[in-house]
């Protein structure tokens, strides 16, 4: 058996019930995809959470916790705005269950289910999954990383001008806030 294949049966159990939550919480995230949401805002007015946030929250660390029950989060929705994230060497679950919330408001179809678990404070499975498009992407440290199952890889590209990049503004939208992000 090859370390890369050692790597994938090591963590299978965490990568398979990370999948299936993902799934899970996408069919929640398509149900209410084109539907009037209800919004809470956190630190600014694109900083937001929904009430579908909040449920797939919950089904993916409920999920999780009954597996797993000494593992400990760190949830995007159920974590105290302002406070340290508190990672340590315990498996730990990282979870952003609608990643792209602005996009799902606005029913843009980049939206997914984030789900990463620590160990040793380094991350060794990753789940992202977009209901919409129905794409799966999935890694476990050192076994490669998967697109619906099928292996992927980066592009050869070694020259920046012939390189995609892809950036995001984040939360910060005031001038100050996008002259930094721009570089002016």
């Known amino acids: 058996m090859s370390s890369e294949e050692a790597k994938a049966v090591e963590y299978s159990e965490e990568l398979a019930l990370a999948l299936s939550l993902a799934k899970e919480a996408g069919e929640h995230i398509c149900k209410a995809f084109t539907s009037p949401k209800k919004i809470t805002t956190k630190t600014s007015v694109v ?14 660390i409920d999920g999780i916790k009954k597996r797993y029950a000494s593992h400990r ?3 995007e929705e159920s974590h105290k705005g302002g406070a340290d994230y508190d990672l340590r060497d315990d498996p730990t679950w990282i979870i952003d269950p609608i990643d792209g919330t602005n996009n ?9 289910v984030s789900i990463g678990l620590a160990v040793n404070k380094q991350v060794v499975v990753g789940v992202v999954h977009n209901p919409i498009m129905n794409e799966t992407f999935h890694a476990v440290r ?5 697109l619906n199952g099928e292996r992927i890889s980066v592009s050869e590209r070694t020259d920046i001008k012939s390189s995609l990049i892809i950036t995001e503004f984040g939360y910060d939208r005031s001038e100050q806030g996008v002259d930094e992000m721009l570089g002016r």
């Not at 050192?142 to 998967?146: D, K, L, T, V």
């Open 104 to 112: 799902f408001v606005h029913a843009f179809p980049f939206t997914c």
């Open 73 to 75: 989060f760190i949830a």
């Open 47 to 60: 900083d937001v959470v929904t009430e579908t946030d909040q449920q797939c929250e919950k089904i993916i």
């Open 142 to 146: 050192g076994g490669g990383a998967f």
